[in-house]
T-cell receptor, first 114, second 116 residues
């Protein structure tokens, strides 16, 4: 079945550590996105990528980094520079990132800083 | 300025009744798209329905329909014959422009609870 997978489902991090969240899709979509969701809030865009080896900052990119070496994969690293990383992280993809393209989401990763 | 406004933080509806979730948006771009997503307690975002700014008719997908009032900048989601499984958070979202680099902006959501 085609879809988006994220791993791990739950992640615990000590302060000062970097952690990487995985996002893989087999939908043959060109565009991929990372969002952060805080309790009771909507989604905020962290980074997005329209094509392999290219990505752009979203609204809250500080303290995060990404790479897009393969079309299927868009890992997100939460660095120690991110002051308040505890949140729910959602990865999404869309066909080409055009106005009409629907974004489809993975199941999410819940990150907790201890 | 907030671009997507959902004024109902929470709603309770009796099973089998219809429910309308409000969404207003703000944009000066004549070309945009509007989306509704459902987020159950599991956390995954589920796409429900899409409306383009140039679409002449209101979008419908099964029990979901979008009441699109362009002049009022309103894109309310209507769920007919609500079911217990409809209990979830619902998010309205907008994408502006025709550029492939355009982003989706989400509202703060409405929590819908269906009573048996």
């Amino acid at each position: 079945d085609g879809g988006i997978t994220q791993s791990p489902k739950y992640l615990f991090r000590k302060e000062g550590q970097n952690v990487t969240l995985s996002c893989e899709q087999n939908l043959n979509h060109d565009a991929m996105y990372w969002y952060r969701q805080d309790p009771g809030q909507g989604l905020r865009l962290i980074y997005y990528s329209q094509i392999v080896n290219d990505f752009q900052k979203g609204d809250i990119a500080e303290g995060y980094s990404v790479s897009r070496e393969k079309k299927e994969s868009f890992p997100l690293t939460v660095t120690s520079a991110q002051k308040n990383p505890t949140a729910f992280y959602l990865c999404a993809s869309s066909l080409q990132g055009a106005r009409t393209d629907t974004q489809y989401f993975g199941p999410g990763t819940r990150l907790t800083v201890l | 300025a907030q671009k997507i406004t959902q004024t109902q933080p929470g709603m309770f509806v009796q099973e089998k009744e219809a429910v309308t979730l409000d969404c207003t948006y703000d944009t000066s771009d004549p070309s945009y798209g509007l989306f509704w997503y459902k987020q159950p307690s599991s956390g995954e975002m589920i796409f429900l329905i899409y409306q383009g700014s140039y679409d002449q008719q209101n979008a419908t997908e099964g029990r979901y329909s979008l009441n699109f009032q362009k002049a009022r900048k309103s894109a309310n989601l209507v769920i007919s014959a609500s079911q217990l499984g409809d209990s979830a958070m619902y998010f309205c979202a907008m994408r502006e422009g025709i550029s492939s680099a355009s982003k989706i902006i989400f509202g703060s959501g409405t929590r819908l609870s269906i009573r048996p």
